[in-house]
């Protein structure tokens, strides 16, 4: 039986899911795959931090070309966020002829093309299914079981903080500012909320997903943002009164002329609208294909085991298609 190695660049918390979602279903894993399945290097600088797995202190370095430079290693899974250094490595990562597996939106979605010929370059495989909606399957399905549509539109609610704090705010009648405190003691807003209050997180994956579906790439800069520190009780008390609940959506739409309309931003969405049901912490995409017409996808859109879930979903796709 051959193994595949994995080299692994950051062990925070979707690190440590990820490590740990191989852990726990490796069985199940390498049978699927007939293959042994190892992450044999580890790029981390703190290597003494509890993280609740036991992990050979022998496979962590400091030192990424360790990593890049290693023949044997067949896989480079990304997962340290940000822009930089990761886009660089990734980049290194797929010149050295490794194929490159990420969760990392803001990197993908600032250096979409030039990731996408590099890869196709060094004829080697890049995988981001972890990047839009955590461990909810969206896509390799738009990329595979609903290629055949044209895609007219897509809603989506992509961002569990702001989904939170929406809904504390409907359901429990508080303010938007005892909301987000609710949401940072419940660990499901970071300190510095800013990227995902204020819509840019969402702008990110708005961009992956125009990308993909309407070959169109749109710089999360150029998208037109609104966040929902705006929001009040009066707004949506209002949108109450209209039948609607409010929810911060990534919005994409093919014009009759071809063109495509996109923004993130809160909208009114009818209460009869599969949307409207998705509270708390959870994420949704609602697409509409000329074929299929609609499909709605929903699950846990972060979260170390969800994101690790998808993550290791698209190494194992590469030793299935790619390395076999």
Do not use: W
Not at 164 to 187: N, V
Not at 214 to 240: C, H, L, Q, W
Not at 269 to 287: G, R, T
Request: one cysteine or more; hydrophobic letters at 40%.
């Amino acid at each position: 039986m051959k193994t595949v190695k994995i080299g692994l660049l950051g062990l925070g918390n979707i690190g440590t899911g990820t490590y740990k979602t191989l852990e726990m279903n490796r069985t199940e894993i390498e049978t699927a795959l007939n293959a042994k399945v190892e992450i044999v290097k580890i790029l981390e600088k703190d290597m003494t931090r509890d993280r609740g797995i036991e992990v050979p202190k022998e496979k962590f370095t400091t030192d990424p070309d360790e990593i890049f430079n290693d023949p044997e290693i067949d896989i480079v899974i990304e997962l340290l966020g940000g822009i930089e250094p990761a886009t660089t490595f990734i980049l290194t990562a797929l010149k050295n002829g490794k194929h490159v597996v990420t969760a990392n939106k803001a990197a993908i979605a600032a250096n979409y093309q030039e990731i996408m010929d590099t890869a196709k370059a060094n004829n080697v495989s890049f995988k981001f299914e972890a990047s839009v909606g955590g461990g909810i399957p969206i896509l390799g399905t738009l990329t595979g079981p609903l290629r055949a549509n044209k895609y007219e539109e897509v809603l989506g609610i992509l961002n569990g903080t702001t989904n939170y704090i929406l809904t504390m705010m409907t359901q429990e009648g508080i303010d938007y500012d005892t909301a987000l405190k609710d949401a940072q003691a419940q660990g499901f807003a970071e300190a510095d909320p800013t990227a995902d209050v204020e819509g840019l997180d969402v702008a990110n994956k708005l961009t992956i997903l125009m990308a993909l579906m309407f070959d169109k790439y749109v710089a999360p800069g150029d998208i037109p943002t609104t966040g929902i520190s705006g929001i009040t009780k009066e707004k949506i008390d209002a949108a109450a009164a209209d039948g609607c609940v409010i929810k911060l959506i990534a919005h994409a739409k093919r014009l009759e002329n071809g063109e495509i309309e996109y923004k993130v931003g809160p909208m009114n969405i009818s209460n009869d609208h599969p949307l409207a049901s998705i509270n708390k912490e959870f994420n949704a995409v609602f697409i509409k294909g000329n074929a299929v017409d609609d499909v709605m996808f929903y699950g846990k859109g972060a979260g170390p085991l969800p994101t690790g879930s998808a993550v290791l979903g698209d190494v194992i796709e590469i030793v299935q298609h790619a390395l076999n």
